[in-house]
């Protein structure tokens, strides 16, 4: 605003008021879980992590209007997720891809 003959003049006010969005969750034992458990022992050759998360997701929607049981999955690491530069290698990505693949077919019956 300092650049801006007027805004120097008229400064913004600006007050961050916080950020607040619902918790969800869905049970372990829910089904959907399960079957990515499985799957991802089948793909990874190890035993998948089930645990929550704090931060903000579009998944509370789901669950809690949507009335939609819902899981957050993905390849890459919590540490890289939505930071700087964030990548991941594209033999994860491959895993993942499977995993989300074969958790499908099994989820629906094939």
């Not at 007027?6 to 969800?24: C, I, S």
């Not at 819902?70 to 890459?76: K, L």
Request: proline fraction near 6%; include cysteine; glycine fraction near 8%.
């Amino acid at each position: 605003a300092k650049r801006d003959p007027w805004l120097k003049d008229h400064p913004p006010k600006v007050a961050f008021k916080g950020y607040y969005a619902e918790p969800a969750e869905i049970s372990s034992d829910f089904p959907l879980v399960g079957t990515i458990k499985k799957v991802y022992k089948t793909v990874m050759n190890n035993e998948a992590v089930v645990k929550g998360h704090d931060g903000a997701a579009d998944t509370r929607f789901l669950i809690n209007y949507g009335d939609t049981p819902t899981v957050i999955f993905g390849p890459g690491t919590i540490s890289q997720m939505h930071a700087d530069n964030e990548w991941v290698s594209v033999d994860n990505l491959i895993n993942s891809v499977k995993i989300l693949a074969l958790t499908i077919l099994e989820w629906c019956g094939y």
